[in-house]
C-alpha cells in the first residue's frame, strides 16, 4: 500500500509541474492534492499546521500571481481588459487549436483580437500580444519556481519527522 501512495504523490507532483506549462492541467492544486495523498497513505502527523499554513499561502501566491503576471504583460504593453480576456482563453484553448504552437499562439491572438476589436492598429495589435506571450512565459517561471519550492519543502519537511 506504500508503494501506491508514493505512485500517486509523485504522479501528481508530476502532473502539476507539468501543469506550470500546460494551463489545462491543474498545476499547483494538483501538488497541493499530493499532500492529503501523503497524509492519507502515511500520516497527517508528519504535516503539521505550520506546513500547511506555508503550503497554503504558497498556493493563494501561486493563483494570485498567476493571473496577475499574465494580465501584467498584457497592460505593460498597452492592452485592454479585452485582450487580457481574450489573452486568457487563448492559453486554455490555443493548445488544442494548434498542439505544437498553440500555447504561444493562443494568448498572442487572443490579446490581438481584443486590441483589434477596440479599434486598434495591427502594430499596437501585434505589440499587445507580444506582452501576453511575455507574461505567460514570467507567470510559468514564477510556476516553476514556486512549485518546486512546495515539493522541495515538503520532502524536507517529511525527512525531518
Known amino acids: 500500500m ?3 501512495g508514493w505512485i500517486i504523490v509523485i504522479a501528481l507532483f508530476v502532473t502539476g509541474m507539468a501543469g506550470a506549462v500546460f494551463p489545462v492541467l491543474p498545476g499547483v492544486l494538483a501538488i497541493y492534492a499530493a499532500f492529503f495523498v501523503y497524509g492519507w497513505f502515511f500520516s497527517f502527523e508528519a504535516l503539521g499546521p505550520v506546513f500547511w499554513i ?3 499561502l504558497i498556493v493563494v501566491a501561486l493563483l494570485v500571481a498567476d493571473y496577475a503576471v499574465g494580465a501584467w504583460g498584457v497592460k505593460k504593453y498597452g492592452g485592454s481588459k479585452l485582450s487580457v ?3 486568457t482563453i ?3 484553448i490555443g493548445p488544442f487549436v494548434i498542439p505544437a504552437f ?3 499562439l493562443g494568448p498572442l491572438v487572443g490579446a490581438m ?3 483589434l476589436i477596440k479599434g486598434e492598429s495591427l502594430s499596437k495589435a501585434f505589440k ?3 506582452g ?3 507574461g505567460l512565459l514570467s507567470s510559468m517561471a514564477v510556476k516553476i519556481v514556486l512549485q518546486l519550492a512546495m515539493i522541495i519543502l515538503f520532502v524536507i519537511w517529511i525527512a525531518s519527522f
Request: glycine share 16%; aromatic share 4%; hydrophobic share 60%.
Open 2 to 4: 506504500d508503494i501506491l
Open 54 to 56: 506555508v503550503q497554503t
Open 85 to 87: 480576456w481574450l489573452s
Open 90 to 92: 487563448g492559453i486554455i
Open 102 to 104: 498553440g500555447l504561444i
Open 113 to 115: 483580437i481584443g486590441e
Open 128 to 130: 499587445v500580444g507580444i
Open 132 to 134: 501576453s506571450v511575455v
